[in-house]
């Protein structure tokens, strides 16, 4: 079971910080998003080691963080704008590389 929270509406240049559960053993926790009439996108991943990796768009702005102790990731998101406008899923791989996605979070960023 994948389960989001934390987003909502924000002013251009606010904050919002996303969580995921998830229950089962986990190798990599990451956030994608998908705007309407786009495809899904990388937002930023974290594995079970703390190696990270994010999409260009959000490189500076966006940090992902992972407590492995309660099968949680955090995104903190700063500086957001009216692009970051997105349905944002939580994503999670397990160590046999089976992934399984949540039902979606909506970040909203007004100008």
């Known amino acids: 079971q994948v389960v989001e929270s934390g987003g909502g509406l924000v002013q251009a240049g606010g904050s919002l910080r996303l969580s995921c559960a998830a229950s089962g053993s986990i190798f990599a926790m990451g956030w994608y998003r998908q705007a309407p009439g786009k495809d899904r996108e990388l937002v930023a991943t974290?594995?079970?080691?703390?190696?990270?990796n994010y999409g260009d768009s959000v490189k500076g702005r966006f940090t992902i963080s992972r407590d492995n102790a309660k099968n949680t990731v955090y995104l903190q998101m700063n500086s957001l704008k009216p692009e970051d406008t997105a349905k944002y899923y939580c994503?999670?791989?397990?160590?046999?590389?089976?992934?399984?996605w949540g039902q979606g979070t909506q970040v909203t960023v007004s100008a």
């Open positions: 994503k999670i791989t397990t160590p046999f590389l089976a992934d399984y």
């Open positions: 974290i594995t079970n080691a703390g190696t990270t």
